[in-house]
């Protein structure tokens, strides 16, 4: 209840001055109250006592009899053990509220303009993406949503892991399988087992091996037949990938790729400027960059490597000059990395390193958004029936499946195109919400069962209480009624509750970009979704008077219009039948 602060404050200021107690950072004493039944707001008096020789509990009672007068209309102040508690009034609240409805994206304001870059998804071509890649993909896709939402320019960038030495045994399998007669196209219909074979291959056949490397070369040298091979890998790769993103809903397009290749005839540059610096130093052939105090196991100062002794270049190198072209030719303020905690020490070299090349300035911000792992039900790495890697399109394609049988289960005479696309609504939205919902840092356990569920804090539960909002307004028959200008009186405890929970909608979307944490917008919607149960378990909508009927149906098309756009700010749909 942020917005109450402020009018707060003002009284509590004058009247803590004149109980003797001044030069209070007010914004710092006056919190959320732990027990919302207690009020909106408390203000803890212990921190008094010492002062003004008097008991938390005298104290409190003074400032609550003082500030009641003048809190008139706003909100009721009252004691409790000590604290000084603070609850809005339902004239308040209803005041607000009709602000919010009126407020062109629900009281969220645009007020951030930087440009910002998120990278994210990034698999690898002619290999499986893993769980890894789907929540960097669908933890990305969100931030872009939300951070543009807040009115940042976002650019999207898949940093796709298209070139490099892999490329040559990759090569060679493709041709190995072609003079058996596959087709480039069934060979590669199966990334996880193409990779497998040509990294056995490869660890096992040493004129494969070699093969294999003057490949590479050719491809360095950007050899035509080398060439072709290798953009029918990436073709062939992302026909795979776009399937995924395509069940997704991603906002991720083929525009928004932006491989290693693309940054490889930047890399002598990169090495120039560090060069140019004074940065470079030879460690065993290598030229490598001290850019602060990581050591290895040994405890020896551990190098980013830049150039490898065989003129090389690594991983770190190609995510420099990826720095310098989104600071650089993109104009990015702020560059954000979506990718697993695994990575979180190349990241800090990488940023160090940057910041002293002078490629990242004051003004920019370079962030590592990790997150943890998808465990299976044994706590273990998730896998497939089978035991083998979990394939990520069969994974998606099972939870439609799942949620087809639900939604036929609950509306059998549904036609069959309609349950198709509710199903992937439900389905892929299951999945994207139990991916959200915790904190992304942290594992989690992939659950069909609880994912899927209509009950708890699952992504059907939402959908669900959207879709019930939309039925109930579209039975009441006079949805255009809405458009009159409201009063909300809010007399009953779940009105106002509701209303407090939509209220804080904004704030959640604040937070979720400031601390690039979606899950704050998940927990949020639970909580509005929730409120809008009981809500609606006791206070009738349809079969009221008329204008607490219009200010009934008016509270469910703001809740609905919340959630619809939370929802999207997830990129989950939110169906209007289930
Ligand atoms: N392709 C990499 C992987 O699968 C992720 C790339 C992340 N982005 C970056 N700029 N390094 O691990």
Known sequence: MRDLIKPVSEVLGPVLAKMGLADFDL????????????????????????????????????????????????????????????????????????????????????????????????????????????????IGDSLVRILEFKGNTVIRENHVGDWGTPFGMLIERLEDLESEGIQPSDALSDLGIF??????????????????????????????????????????????FDEVYDMLGVLLTK????????????????????????????????EVMYPGDWVNREGNPLPLIIRKGDGGYNYATSDLACIIDRTERLGADDLIYVVGTEQKQHFQMVFAAARIAGFLHEKHTSTHVPF??????????????????????????EAIQR???AVINRN???????????AKSIGIGAVKYSDLKADRTKDYIF????????????????????ARIRSILARSGDEASLEKPLNYTLPSNEEARLAREILAFPESVDIAASELAPHRICKHLHRISQAFGSFYEHCPVLMVDD????????????????????????????????
């Open 195 to 240: 990779y497998r074979d040509a990294r056995s291959s490869f660890d096992s056949d040493e004129k494969f091996r070699e093969r294999a490397r003057k490949r590479v070369v050719a491809l360095q040298s950007g050899d035509e037949a080398t060439m072709a091979r290798w953009k029918q890998l990436v073709d062939l790769s992302f026909s795979y």
């Open 255 to 286: 525009d928004d790729v932006r491989g290693e290749s693309y940054y490889d005839s930047l890399l002598p540059s990169v090495v120039e400027r560090l060069d140019d610096s004074g940065l470079l130093s030879n460690n065993l052939g290598a």
């Open 412 to 422: 059998p005479d549904m036609d069959p195109l309609e349950i198709q696309s509710i």
């Open 372 to 397: 943890g792992l998808v465990l299976g039900s044994d706590g273990g790495k998730l896998k497939s029936r089978s035991g083998g890697a979990v394939r990520l399109l069969d994974l998606l394609k």
């Open 403 to 405: 949620a087809s049988a």
């Open 547 to 578: 204008s607490l009927r219009i200010e009934r149906m008016s509270l469910c098309a703001l809740t609905g219009d919340i959630l619809q756009i939370g929802l999207e700010l997830l990129g989950i749909d939110a169906p209007s039948r289930m």
């Open 27 to 138: 914004e710092s004493i006056i919190g959320p109250a732990t027990d919302r039944s207690h009020g909106d707001l408390a203000i803890p008096c212990h921190q008094f006592s010492r002062i003004l020789k008097k008991s938390p509990v005298a104290i409190a009672e003074e400032a609550a009899e003082k500030m009641n007068d003048q809190l008139k209309g706003i909100a009721k102040a009252t004691s409790v053990a000590g604290f000084l508690n603070i609850t809005a009034e339902s004239r308040w609240l209803g005041d607000r509220l009709s602000e919010l409805a009126e407020h062109p994206t629900y009281g969220v304001e645009k007020n951030t303009t930087r440009t910002v870059v998120v990278d994210y998804s990034s698999p690898n071509i002619a290999k499986e993406m893993h769980v890894g890649h789907l929540r960097s993909t669908v």
């Open 447 to 466: 659950d069909w069962e609880k994912m899927l569920s209509f009950e708890g804090e699952t992504g059907p539960y939402l959908q669900y209480a959207h």
